[in-house]
C-alpha cells in the first residue's frame, strides 16, 4: 500500500473517531448523562417515557402476530450464541497471548444498557437485551477473527467484499508478493499494542 492510499486511511480513521465521539456528546448532552455504569436522564425526560410506555396486555394485543409466532425460532438462537461466546472467548483466551496478540475487550462489544429505559415494557426490554447480546457479540467475534486474520494472512481478496472489518483495509493488496515474508511479520507485531 502506498503511503498516500495509507495517509487516506489513517485520515478516514480519525474523522470516523471524531463523528462517532462527536455524536455521542450530542445524544449525552440532550438527553441523558452517563455517570460510572449509570445512565441518568433528567426527571422530565424519565416521567415523559413513562408515559410512553405501553404496559404488556397492550402491547400483546397490538404486536403484530409475526413477531409472536416466529419468537421460539428467535430465542431459541441463544443457545448457538452462547457456545460461539465461550468459544470464540476460549480461543482468544488460550491462542492470543501465544501469538503475542492484544486481546479483545468483551465489554466494548457487549454493551447492556437498554434496560433502563422507562418507555419500554419488560418484554420490550428482554428483547433489546437480546438483541443487544446478538450484535454486539458478532462484532465481538468479528474483531477477534479479524485480528486473526490480520495475524496470519493479512491480504487483500481480488473480489470485491462487503462487510470487512476496518483493519482490512490495510491489508497487502492481493497479489503483491514484494516482501511478503517481512510485511507479515510486521502486521503481527502490529497486533501486539493496544487497539
Known sequence: MNDRIRHLLNQMTALEDEMRTALHEQETKMFFEIKGKRIKFEKTVRQTHRKLKKNFFRWLVTNRPQNLITGPIIYGMIFP??????????YQATCFPIYGVAKVRRSDYIVLDRQHLDYLNFIEKFHCTYC??????TAYICEIVSRTEQYFCPIKH??????????????????????YEKRLEEFRVALGKKA
Open 132 to 137: 443487544a447480546y446478538g450484535a454486539g457479540l
Open 158 to 179: 481480488a473480489h470485491k467484499i462487503l462487510g470487512t472489518p476496518k483493519r482490512y483495509q490495510g491489508f497487502l493488496a492481493y497479489g503483491d508478493a514484494q516482501d
Open 81 to 90: 450464541l452462547l457456545m460461539l461466546d465461550f468459544f470464540v472467548t476460549f
